[in-house]
């Protein structure tokens, strides 16, 4: 009995927590034959200044992008040798409705977004209801672990506030991951101390 291959788009973003969430996924959605999508839709570039010069910006954009998916690419092989891979590099908006039409055109059965101040996850769910029909497939939205040697500024909470309701994608914190698997480990090692 053959499985299904599974496409899990990845959304690539000049942020480290887009690199965490790549990485989380590599080692928790990720099975062998699935097809990885690593996903990056720059900004829309205006019309002013002209044609040329704008076509320049694009291309310059287009290959930063592409230059930034590749640096993705390099994790998923270090990680997976043999991963499928494909990178998709356009241009869009940042309420997130590109990447929304992308991720029901390509198919995908996972959406992983790294979480964080300026993610369009939060824009898109401040302007619909139930987010999570949009895109027809599971959302995975990883949060940066916080080290408890730096201070920084908390990210916002999607269980905070009236958008609760609307939120329909899974948040994971994976520091609290890590917490309970260090908890699970040392209460093994305990176990076997006589």
Request: charged share 30%; glycine share 8%; with cysteine.
């Given at each position: 009995m053959e499985m299904e291959v599974r496409r899990i788009v990845v959304v690539v973003e000049e942020v480290e927590v887009a690199r965490t969430a790549l990485e989380w996924a590599l080692h928790n959605v990720l099975r062998y034959g699935d097809l990885v999508t690593l996903l990056h839709v720059f900004p829309a570039t205006n019309n002013s200044g002209g044609k040329s010069r704008?076509?320049?910006?694009?291309?310059?954009l287009r290959?930063?992008?592409?230059?930034?998916?590749?640096?993705?690419?390099?994790i998923c092989i270090h990680s997976f040798p043999n991963t499928k891979i494909e990178i998709v590099v356009?241009?869009?908006d940042e309420e997130g409705g590109r990447i929304t039409?992308?991720?029901?055109?390509?198919?995908?059965s996972t959406l992983v977004v790294g979480l964080?101040?300026?993610?369009?996850?939060?824009?898109?769910?401040?302007?619909q209801k139930n987010?999570?029909?949009?895109?027809?497939?599971?959302v995975l939205a990883i949060k940066q672990p916080t080290s408890p040697l730096t201070t920084s500024r908390p990210t916002p909470?999607?269980?905070?506030?009236?958008t609760s309701s609307s939120m329909d994608?899974?948040?994971?914190?994976?520091?609290?991951?890590?917490?309970?698997?260090?908890?699970?480990?040392?209460?093994?090692?305990?176990?076997?101390?006589p």
């Open positions: 704008n076509r320049k910006k694009l291309r310059l290959l930063k992008g592409f230059q930034l998916a590749l640096s993705f690419k390099d356009t241009e869009g039409d992308l991720v029901r055109q390509i198919g995908a964080h101040d300026q993610s369009f996850l939060y824009r898109l769910a401040m302007g987010i999570g029909n949009n895109f027809n497939c599971k909470s999607v269980s905070d506030g009236s994608f899974s948040q994971i914190d994976i520091s609290t991951l890590r917490s309970i698997s260090n908890y699970m480990e040392i209460k093994e090692k305990k176990k076997r101390m």
